[in-house]
Each structure stands twice: as structure tokens, then as C-alpha cells.
């Protein structure tokens, strides 16, 4: 599964990959335009990094 996340729960995201796939998660920065239209999965803030298993 994907998670995007913003500052504030990053740290939420990387642990949750960890946790579902138990491998290192990928995390990658957002683009200035896919950051406009994508919020937090575990808020309503505007995203800032895209999690996701390898």
C-alpha cells in the first residue's frame, strides 16, 4: 500500500510500510505539483513525501 505524508507524520508512515510488509520502505519526495492535489493519509495537510513498500 501507498501512504503520502506530510511533515508532521512521516515518521507514522515509514513505520506503518515497516510494519505491514516488514521490509525498508521507499520514501519519496513529492513533486511542487503532485504536492497541490495530494493530502496527508493521516491528516488533512497537504503532503510532502510518498511511502511505499519495495
Not at 29 to 51: D, I, N, P
Request: aromatic share 8%; charged share 25%; proline share 2%.
Amino acid at each position: 500500500m501507498t501512504y503520502y505524508a506530510c511533515h508532521d507524520h512521516i515518521d507514522i508512515a515509514l513505520d506503518t510500510v515497516v510494519d505491514e510488509h516488514e521490509s525498508a520502505p521507499i520514501m519519496t519526495a513529492l513533486t511542487e505539483q503532485e504536492t497541490l492535489s495530494t493530502a496527508c493519509s493521516f491528516c488533512e495537510k497537504t503532503a510532502k513525501y510518498k511511502v511505499e513498500a519495495e
